[in-house]
């Protein structure tokens, strides 16, 4: 796993700043900026933002490879065909740019480093076979909510969305419920 934030919960000072790197944003300037760019692209495309739809454009890119007729008689893959080039989908460049945009910061800041983080009580192998079926459950609830949880949580509750906004809470429960459960694997 590429990661661009700190190894260890311990190895974080008291002010806001990183061992490895110069301070971190303020929370609420750097959310700012993100309701910013949201804004941005509602003006811009009239959408809000997700990543849901670029993967669905990849898979449907790798299925027209191997089955073109798979694509064809398929109503979920003709939505990210486009005329043969779901490449282009718009959420692809966006997953680009964050991915981009997130390294350049974390070089810029000192922080940039390839690490499998992990808790003390548990090894590389476990960590990524764990990351790897925590993000299929990820997946397969985006795909079932219809929307990952930056559509959900950033694009439906800043429109209040009922759905949306039902998602949030629950996703902050669930977290702070299983925090307890998994804290051990951490510390």
């Known amino acids: 796993m590429m990661s661009t934030s700190m190894t260890m919960a311990g190895s974080r ?4 700043r990183s061992a490895l790197g110069r301070p971190y944003w303020n929370p609420y300037v750097a959310g700012v900026f993100l309701g910013l760019v949201l804004l941005a692209a509602y003006l811009i495309t009239g959408r809000g933002l997700g990543a849901t739809a670029g993967f ?29 080039a779901p490449l282009l ?26 690490d ?26 985006a795909k079932l909510a219809k929307g990952c949880t930056s559509g ?12 949306s906004l039902v998602f949030l809470v629950a996703v902050f429960v669930a977290g702070f419920g299983l925090a307890q459960l998994v804290r051990k694997e951490w510390l």
């Open 13 to 16: 000072e008291g002010s806001g």
């Open 56 to 84: 669905a454009a990849v898979a449907t890119w790798i299925t027209g490879l191997v089955a073109p007729a798979a694509v064809q008689s398929s109503v979920v893959h003709m939505k990210y065909w486009h005329d043969g």
């Open 89 to 114: 989908n718009w959420t692809l460049f966006l997953l680009l740019g964050a991915f981009v945009g997130a390294a350049a910061s974390a070089w810029q800041s000192g922080r940039f480093r390839i």
């Open 116 to 141: 499998i983080e992990r808790g003390p009580q548990i090894g590389d192998g476990q960590r990524l076979a764990l990351a790897f079926v925590g993000g299929f459950i990820a997946a397969w609830g």
């Open 152 to 163: 959900q949580a950033l694009t439906g509750s800043s429109i209040l969305n009922a759905g």
